[in-house]
Structure formats: C-alpha cells, structure tokens
C-alpha cells in the first residue's frame, strides 16, 4: 500500500471511493518526454494511480528543436500539452511540478510546485524518466554566453540571437564588429550541430537574400567546431565524409580536432586561436538531469544511472530509471540516447509494472532494437544508417522528413509542420522570425549556471 505523506493528490480520504482508491497501488513517472510518456500509456489498462510530474506542462519533440531555433517553426508546432496528450488516459493524473528530492527509503519523492511551494508525495513504483541536460565539461560559464538547445526556452534564445545578430550587423559602422555579428560558431559537431549549422547557412543564403540594405547575409561564416577527429562519430565514417562535403558545399568551415577552451562575449577561443563571433552555439554535450543523483544510485561520467536488465535500479525492483538518463551497454554497445531507445525502455517498464502490480510474472530483461539512425543536412539532403544499410541524398530526404511528420504526437502537429515545410520548401521563408526580446549586454555579474 502507498504510504503517502504530506500531500496525496488524489485527495481520496474525503471521497466515496476513498478506501477502493487507497488499496491501489501508486506510481509516479518523473518526466514527459520520450521515454515518461510511453511508460504511462503502456500502464493505460492497470487498476493503478498514474501521477507523471513533469516541471514543463509539454512534451517536445526534440528531434525538431533546431527548426524553432532556425525559425522554420513556431514552438508550438513541435511541442504538446502533456494534459492534452493523455487526456483519454483515466488512470493518470499530470502534474506541474519539479522534483527536488527522493527518499528511498522513505518511498516519498518532493516536488515545487508552482505557486504551491514545496509537496511530498509517496509511490509504491517510481520511474524516473528526466532526461539529459547541456553540459560545459566543468565550465558552467560558458552557458551565459553559448545557450545549449534541451528547451524551447533556448530554442527561442539561439532564434533571437541569430536573427539580433544580422539586424546589430546591419546597423554598426565597425567593420570588426559586423564580422563578428555575422560569425557563428556552433561547438559539437553530433547530429544537432550539424542540422543547425546547414539550417543557419540555407536562411543566410535564401531566406535573408534581399532584406537587408547594407550587409549580404549569403557572407556570413558559420564555424562548425568538435574536439574529435570527425564529424558525426555516431555515424559510419563514410556517411560522415559525405556530410563534410555538403556542408563545405553549403560554405560551413569544418574545425574538428579543436578543443574549446573559452567562451565569452567576444566569442571562442579553440586550439590557442580566436574566433570573434557573437553567436556562440552550445551542442557539444550533455549531462544527466540531477534527479539520477537523488536516487543515490552508482552513474556513469555523465551522471546517467547504471541500471540493471530490467532498467531497474537497487534490489527491491521497484525504482525504475528510463530514457536518456540512464547508461546501458547491450552486446557490448553503449544503449544510444535517442527517441526509439527513450520509447522502448519507457514502454518496457510500464508493461513490466503492470504486470507485477496485477501479480503476473515478469517477461524478458529489456533489449533494444535500432530502426535506424538519421541526420538531416539541410534541404534535400540526410543520410539513414540502419544495421548495414547506409543511404544518403534526396531519397532519404524525403524519408527523414515523412517519419518526422508521422512521429510528431498529434495530427495537428503533423498538419502544421507539414504547412510550414511545404510553404518553406516553395519559396525559402521561414514564417517564425522574430525576435521577441532585445539582445542586451551580457551581465557576467549575474551570471547563471548551465541549466
Ligand atoms: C536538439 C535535439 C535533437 C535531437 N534529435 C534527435 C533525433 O533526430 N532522433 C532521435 O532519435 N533522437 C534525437 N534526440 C534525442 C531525443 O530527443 C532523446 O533521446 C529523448 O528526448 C529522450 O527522451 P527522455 O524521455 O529520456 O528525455 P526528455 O525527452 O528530455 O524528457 C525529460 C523530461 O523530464 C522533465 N524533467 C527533467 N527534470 C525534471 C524535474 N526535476 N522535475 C520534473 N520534470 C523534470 C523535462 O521537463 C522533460 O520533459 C535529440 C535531442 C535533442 C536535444
């Protein structure tokens, strides 16, 4: 039985059903992403009490989120009101809250919720389903400087700052200073790199042709920069090659081997040479949100939760981490962090806590199976790598971008973005162009930590 503390949502002491509905089991799913949303439509049909938490009242599709920073969409073209998501969904309830706390052993977890304060509220399953966050290899103050791309917030951000920057470029007198506006250096050459970094060279070319009176946007450099020796690891090394190609065809400067070691408001320093740029991009890498610490559970570098067959963490088998946040190696390979495995696991342990709440036995440990791995570069051009199958161009285009429209959560969505895509696709605009903030003077006083 769930022993609730402070707070129990379902508020069932004072009501008929309060005795039916305190004999049934709780669980909690910290986060509505990928991986939180699977795990609770998979627990849709179980006598249970669903609460997912999440501190966004959305669910976003990430894998689009450089198309709101590029202003190809609106953010709520891409993203979901978790509440409307699951609506049909009798047995969850969806709360606005962040976790700020587990108790184990006290089976509680604590959560802000806006305007409420602080809560605590008990479970008998727990998945934690959190997600990733940038991360600044230990120099948290780059963020102030190079926002990361996790949110629509920073989608919105890297959006007003490119866009600031071409309007500041086109009013100074300073020959220095407009070069520097119209620098934009993207660290982390992964697949979100790459994509924003051929989206930003398709705008300056064809969708800013013609709207400015006294700079040519088509002359801006965009620097793609990454420590490793080459583009795209995750790819085989031929697909990468040719993404090289394409991108230095689309004029994009290819830095790899390059270690950042500062960023600040004149730009980056990587490899003892200066790059004077006022857009500095933050896609290099990622670290597990601080929920996976308050599990008190044994993580990998980047803080995700080591877990075992069944995605679970501890011995009593009811502590649950999914998604991203969690490292897992299966034949000898780490478990990628990305949407299918997210869905999979997700899905997994919700049937796996269906089961053990109605007393059935547990099926198989958890094992993945890859659909494929894929990466757009711009317009016209993505490369699939599925098992020994590597394609690339126009083909593949069009396949990219038909999955894309059917994974976006609710024909709505899909409907708009297909509008925009069409529209975008015929005459080179972007229809989300605005700045909807000033660009202002970074105040290093007031500096903030990576989200
Ligand atoms: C820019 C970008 C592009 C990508 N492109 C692709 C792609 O093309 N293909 C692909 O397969 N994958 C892609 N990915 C990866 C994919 O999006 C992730 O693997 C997937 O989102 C992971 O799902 P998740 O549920 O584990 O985490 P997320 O989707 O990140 O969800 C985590 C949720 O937890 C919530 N949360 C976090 N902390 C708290 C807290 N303290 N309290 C309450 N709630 C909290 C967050 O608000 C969020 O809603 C991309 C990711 C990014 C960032």
Do not use: C
Request: net charge positive.
């Amino acid at each position: 039985m769930s022993t609730v503390l402070t707070e129990n949502l379902s508020r069932a002491n004072s009501t008929p059903d309060a005795e039916l509905r305190s004999r049934r089991k709780r669980i909690v799913i910290v986060g509505g992403g990928f991986a939180g949303i699977a795990a609770a439509r998979a627990l849709r049909k179980v006598d249970a009490e669903v609460i997912l938490i999440d501190r966004r009242n959305h669910h976003i599709f990430q894998p689009l989120l450089y198309q709101v920073a590029t202003a190809v969409l609106a953010p709520s073209e891409i993203a979901t009101p978790i509440r409307q998501l699951e609506a049909r969904q009798k047995n969850l309830s969806v709360v606005l809250a962040e976790v700020t706390g587990i108790s184990l052993s006290g089976r509680t977890i604590e959560a802000i919720h806006p305007g409420l304060g602080l809560r605590k509220l008990g479970f008998d399953y727990l998945v934690v389903a959190a997600g990733m966050r940038p991360s600044y290899f230990g120099h948290d103050e780059f963020a102030l400087y190079a926002p990361g791309l996790k949110s629509l917030n920073e989608a919105e951000t890297i959006r007003t700052k490119i866009l600031s920057a071409f309007e500041l470029a086109e009013s100074t007198e300073d020959d220095a200073e407009r070069a520097r506006q119209m620098t934009f250096v993207l660290v982390g050459a992964g697949p979100t790199g790459v994509e924003l970094a051929a989206s930003i060279a398709h705008m300056v070319s064809i969708t800013l042709r013609n709207n400015f009176r006294r700079i040519d946007p088509a002359r801006s450099r965009i620097v793609l920069v990454d420590g490793g020796n080459r583009i795209l690891p995750t790819f085989a090394e031929s697909l990468s090659r040719k993404v090289e190609r394409r991108l230095a065809r689309l004029g994009i400067e290819i830095r790899t081997g390059l270690k950042v070691e500062k960023v600040d408001e004149q730009g980056v320093v990587a490899g003892h040479d200066r790059i004077a740029s006022a857009t500095v991009l933050w896609t290099a890498g990622v670290a597990a949100s601080p929920v996976v610490k308050m599990l008190g559970t044994k993580t990998d570098r980047a803080g995700r939760a080591l877990v075992g067959p069944y995605m679970e963490i501890g011995e009593a088998g009811d502590v649950f981490v999914v998604g991203d946040a969690t490292s897992m190696t299966q034949d000898d390979h780490p478990v990628p962090g990305v949407a299918q495995a997210a869905i999979q696991q997700g899905g997994f342990v919700g049937r796996l806590i269906a089961n053990r709440v109605t007393g059935r036995k547990d099926g198989r440990p958890f094992r993945y199976h890859s659909k494929g791995n894929m990466a757009v570069v711009g317009k016209n051009f993505a490369i699939l790598e599925a098992g020994r199958l590597r394609t690339s161009g126009f083909a593949t285009w069009i396949v990219w971008t038909v999955l894309h429209v059917l994974a976006l959560p609710q024909l709505q969505n899909r409907f708009r973005v297909q509008t925009q895509w069409f529209w975008s696709y015929l005459t080179g605009q972007r229809s989300s162009r605005l700045i909807t903030e000033a660009p202002r003077p970074i105040d290093p006083g007031k500096q903030k930590s990576a989200p």
